[in-house]
Each structure stands twice: as structure tokens, then as C-alpha cells.
């Protein structure tokens, strides 16, 4: 990501501490919600160009990331979901580790998007109540990461 871009931090109090905390200590602190381990996803805002940085259920296989837009089930889509749209060059953040990706979102129903989406809602279930939930609003997009080209 351009160095040239602030940061602008979330202003969901939570929110904010959450990263804090997962970036002071390698993820030691603030890497568990609701019991399970999350990741810290940076983006840059398709209106301010600043990073956003938020935290999300971790599902991983073999150093492959996804990441589910659920937004906990509410009728639009997260932000960091339009932001990754904008632009797909994303960071990631999994306890001291840090890697640059490239987002691409899985089309529903693709042999590869199954594989994925079995593995977050095994990772967290809640992900196939929401899809349910949403069924009739809007989707909930699978995004996979790829390791950003060297």
C-alpha cells in the first residue's frame, strides 16, 4: 500500500481499541472475539484514500486468507468491503505477521468458492445465518486474498 496514505482510525470506540491492542502486542491482546481468533485487515477508503483497519474472523488454510462481508448480518454491505472494491491491494495483519494481498471475490456456487465457504462457517457458523438471514436482500460476498505480486 502507498506510504503516502494516514491512517484514520475506526470511530467505533471497540473497534478502535481492538486494533490498538492487536497491534501493540503481535495479537497477544485483542486477537479473540466471541472466542475465536481474528485477523486485523487494512484497507485504504474509496472516498478518503486514508487506511482503515478492522478486525474479522479469521479463516485460513495453508497461508490463504478469506474474508466473509456479512457485516454481522445488517442489510448493507460492510465498508471494508467497499473499500477493497475500490481498490484490492489490502494488508493483513495475523498476530506479528503482516502481508500485502490482492482481494478478489469468489463467484457463488464455483467449486472454489464451496471449499471457502465451508471453511468459514465451519471456522463460524453465524457466517450461514446471516447468508440465510440476507437471502432475499443482498448476498454476502466470499473474498479471497492472494499474496500480493513481489
Not at 79 to 107: F, K, S
Amino acid at each position: 500500500m502507498p506510504p503516502e496514505h494516514s491512517y484514520r482510525p475506526s470511530p467505533v470506540d471497540d473497534v478502535r481499541r481492538q486494533v490498538e491492542d492487536y497491534e501493540a502486542t503481535g495479537g497477544q491482546t485483542g486477537g479473540i472475539h466471541r472466542g475465536l481468533p481474528v485477523v486485523i485487515l487494512t484497507t485504504t477508503g474509496a472516498r478518503t484514500g486514508a487506511f482503515r483497519k478492522t478486525p474479522l474472523m479469521k479463516v485460513e488454510c495453508g497461508g490463504r486468507y478469506a474474508l466473509v462481508a456479512s457485516s454481522g448480518g445488517s442489510a448493507r454491505a460492510p465498508a471494508w468491503y467497499r473499500n477493497l472494491l475500490a481498490d484490492p491491494r489490502v494488508t493483513l495483519q495475523d498476530g506479528p505477521r503482516r502481508a500485502g494481498y490482492v482481494a478478489r471475490e469468489l463467484a457463488a456456487g464455483t467449486p472454489e468458492w464451496t471449499e471457502w465457504w465451508d471453511r468459514a462457517t465451519a471456522t463460524f457458523p453465524r457466517y450461514a445465518q446471516y447468508r440465510d438471514q440476507l437471502r432475499d436482500t443482498r448476498a454476502v460476498p466470499l473474498i479471497l486474498l492472494d499474496s500480493e505480486p513481489e
